[in-house]
């Protein structure tokens, strides 16, 4: 490692670190020189270890999202039995055809105040991490979602100084159902404190009465390593969401040990969060122990209330309202797991532009990022977990650690994200097999238990498929919430037999698609597989044991005892490619996705933001309409919008208008013409509003031949922070400007300025090409490349060039 440069780096560190010493507190991020190399190393762990001529990298890191694709890459012999499979069969591409399988090190040195406590936070590190200072083992964490922390104060050089951290990660064969990301994904923080301080996620902010004259809150400090006979006086100020004082309290006392300190304070007029408006407050408070400053320490939360009404659903509020949520896995498409603001921020934004109010974080506990910016875009959680409890469904899952580490799993869960007002409630677990096993009733009380000590102002729900079982068990009616994945046929039945008078859609729809696909004749098809490993964008196609999203538009609108859906899922990820993932390689990513692997919005991403986006206005036609050796075939035109009725034009001739009805699921949500033929030229839909005023009009083309590379980024100026990211919608286009449909050429990238190249993805399930290589064919006539800003101002210039068309380029900002 070269030392020079570390030291030159913690110098700078201190120095800012310096700068906050009257507070007593503070807080870096151990981002750069590192050192990592896979497989495992004996001495390791050990100062003196030879580490120079492993790889230089930044973390966050996923190790595996590099590749290359293979199919014998975690290669799974399973039956996977919430599928209702009875025999075993080879799963390829489960968990997405990626190296994370095996053992990784990661290496740097810190320098810390020799006087101080120091902590290390890591926010996730997949997986069974051990970490070691100065080659003693500080702690060890299996579960490679959850957040942990180690006090290594006493395992410091005795002067602070050069200290080493070595952390080791295993990763098992047949340890998870999808893509989990491999190494140091998320980030880890130093933490540098007095003796008496606020430990990780130390205070709990509850708000006893909300409403719109006033709220009450509670906060509660914990102080670590005060004696009996210290004298601790808190003072806190709440400043509200302009950064404004609006009360504060000074409170003196003698507190027990384990015993937390208590401020009450009244707001007038609060700001209430809620996603329309996410209005953020802070609680700063100063912790003096013996008339000295020895901590302080800022919380975030939100006023805002929470009710589910038996009956009646939920209330955010005091309004009703039922959630318009997806389920996402945690891999960020061609970046892997490691984590970034700047992706999650983008998915985000594309979300709530489709009307989607509420995020599952499924199955496992969320990066911190992703909930602080929840808070701050206003999108409602559910945090769960766990997806298997004592029972396996994967050989090396979390099954093996469940009796020992679930308690302290659960209990990190819920004390980083209680005081989050996104939150809305707890999953305690997806799935899971132990559902229908003789003690599972037992097992989901106690993690439900669990819950309601630590944080008795949510509820918890869980996310079950075994209807039949847990409704005579006594599982699901001990649920505070019960939610049911699927099974949209027993959700009337569910209601009359469950005390909760409630139903939540806690994992729903599971349509599959590839965006720019189109598979005739136009039917309604289960498990429907063909030759190119495609789905249709129809929307039309689901598995044996999904449904289409009518069903669960119709269930939310049908009945007041629901409370909403999380659909699977918002995005595509990698892993799990039903329906073509038994022995049906090279698929191995997933087509529920609404937007693609590439960030791509598909046919069905306008579908539920005709139902779900009130304020917009929705206008989508599809298919495409290029259709070389189709003409005079039957080619159905379906058109997605928030308008009740609309009016088809081809070539100029009407075809008459549709309106939506009560005929059918679909008819009541889309408007379908199913015996338009395909001819060459132009589609027009008309809309008309319910008074029948034609109100907004779309038109496409028939696309000709294939002229230029068209470049749109999602942002024309970047922070010069070397983090921060640009999707480019890359498009082959004919020469006035349509898309060209069915262009699929091998696109090459290259990059001048301040910033570099990061990824690129097509949304094309099947295909291999590396991530991080500049160059990628187009699929469908699109793909997205990914730009990362340097750490200096100035501008970044991108240009995608391809044979047979003219190059783009597009130029964005670094400040």
């Not at 290669?75 to 399988?101: C, D, H, I, M």
């Not at 005795?158 to 200290?163: A, R, T, Y």
């Not at 996620?201 to 509850?206: A, C, K, P, R």
Request: glycine share 6%.
């Amino acid at each position: 490692m070269n030392m020079k440069h570390l030291k030159q780096l913690l110098a700078v560190f201190l120095m800012g670190a310096a700068c906050t010493m009257q507070a007593q507190r503070s807080e870096a991020l151990l981002e750069k020189n590192w050192k990592f190399s896979k497989g495992d190393f004996k001495e390791a762990s050990q100062p003196e270890f030879n580490d120079t001529k492993w790889e230089s990298v930044v973390i966050p890191h996923d190790w595996a999202i590099f590749g290359p694709f293979d199919m014998n890459n975690d290669l799974q012999n399973v039956a996977v039995t919430q599928n209702f499979e009875k025999k075993a069969s080879l799963k390829t591409g489960r968990t997405g055809g990626l190296p994370y399988v095996g053992t990784g090190w990661y290496r740097t040195c810190f320098d810390a105040p020799a006087d101080k406590e120091v902590t290390l936070l890591f926010d996730g590190a997949m997986s069974e991490a051990r970490v070691y200072i100065n080659g003693k083992e500080a702690c060890f964490w299996p579960f490679g979602y959850n957040s942990f922390h180690c006090n290594v104060t006493s395992l410091l050089n005795k002067d602070g100084k050069n200290n080493t951290l070595a952390v080791r990660l295993e990763n098992r064969p047949q340890s998870s159902r999808w893509y989990p990301g491999a190494g140091l994904y998320r980030n880890v923080h130093l933490i540098v404190t007095d003796k008496i301080h606020v430990p990780v996620w130390g205070t709990q902010i509850t708000t006893p009465h909300v409403s719109k004259d006033f709220a009450a809150i509670r906060l509660q400090t914990k102080i670590d390593n005060a004696g009996e006979k210290t004298a601790i006086r808190v003072e806190t100020e709440i400043l509200s969401p302009e950064g404004k004082v609006v009360t504060h309290k000074e409170n003196t006392s003698r507190i027990n040990h384990g015993q937390p300190f208590e401020q009450n304070f009244i707001i007038n007029a609060p700001e209430l969060w809620s996603p329309e408006s996410p209005s953020l407050y802070k609680a700063v408070s100063k912790i003096y122990a013996d008339d000295k400053l020895v901590d302080t320490y800022t919380t975030r939360f939100g006023i805002r209330s929470i009710e589910y009404i038996a009956d009646k659903g939920f209330y955010l509020n005091g309004e009703h309202r039922k959630f318009q949520g997806v389920c996402n896995h945690h891999d960020l498409g061609p970046l892997g797991a490691a984590i970034n603001v700047a992706a999650l921020r983008h998915q985000l934004t594309l979300l709530k532009d489709m009307g989607c109010d509420a995020i599952r974080t499924s199955h496992n506990m969320p990066t911190p990022e992703l909930v602080a910016l929840c808070d701050e875009m206003g999108f409602m959680m559910m945090i769960e977990p766990f997806d298997e409890w004592d029972i396996a469904k994967c050989k090396n899952g979390y099954h093996r650690y469940f009796d020992e580490w679930a308690e302290r799993d659960m209990i990190n869960m819920l004390h980083n994200y209680r005081n989050n007002p996104c939150v809305v409630m707890w999953s305690i677990g997806n799935e899971v097999p132990t559902q229908c096993s003789p003690v599972g009733y037992k097992v989901a009380k106690f993690l439900q238990d669990i819950c309601h000590r630590e944080d008795p102002t949510r509820p918890a729900t869980c996310g079950m498929d075994q209807v039949t079982c847990v409704l005579a068990n006594g599982f699901a009616a001990m649920i505070d919430i019960p939610g049911l994945n699927y099974r949209t046929q027993r959700y009337q039945e569910s209601y009359d037999q469950l005390p909760q008078n409630l139903i939540l859609g806690s994992e729903t729809a599971s349509t599959v698609s590839s965006r720019g696909v189109y598979k005739f004749p136009v039917e309604d098809k289960k498990g429907a597989k063909y030759e190119d490993h495609q789905c249709s964008s129809y929307d039309v196609e689901v598995c044996p044991w999904s449904n289409i999203p009518d069903e669960d538009f119709a269930l939310a609108d049908d009945h007041h005892w629901t409370i909403g859906q999380f659909v699977w899922t918002g995005f595509d990820y990698l892993g799990e490619p039903s329906p073509y993932d038994t022995d049906s390689w090279p698929n191995h990513s997933s087509m529920f996705g609404i937007i693609d692997l590439a960030s791509l919005p598909k046919d069905r991403y306008y579908l539920y933001r005709s139902v779900w986006n009130k304020e917009a206005e929705t206008l989508h036609i599809l298919p495409h309409w290029t259709w070389p050796g189709r003409e005079g075939e039957v080619t159905p035109v379906f058109v997605y919008t928030n308008y009740p009725t609309a009016e088809l034009f081809i070539n100029g001739k009407s075809y008459g208008k549709q309106s939506k009805n009560n005929s059918s699921l679909k008819n009541r949500y889309r408007l379908m013409w199913m015996d338009t033929k395909y001819e060459p030229g132009e589609v027009k839909v008309v809309a008309y509003d319910k008074n029948g005023k034609a109100v907004a009009e779309k038109v496409v083309h028939t696309a000709g031949k294939p002229h230029h590379i068209e470049l749109v980024s999602n942002r024309n100026e970047l922070t010069a922070d070397g983090k921060d990211l640009a999707y480019v919608t890359v498009k082959v286009v004919d020469k006035d400007g349509n898309l060209c449909p069915t262009d699929n050429r091998q696109i090459n990238f290259s990059v001048k300025g301040t910033g570099k190249y990061r990824a690129a993805a097509n949304g094309d399930p099947t295909n291999l090409e590396q991530f991080h290589l500049p160059k990628m064919h187009a699929f469908n006539g699109m793909l997205t490349a990914i730009l990362q800003a340097g750490e200096t101002a100035g501008e970044i210039v991108f240009t995608a060039k391809a044979n047979g068309v003219k190059a783009g380029n597009i130029r964005i900002q670094t400040k």
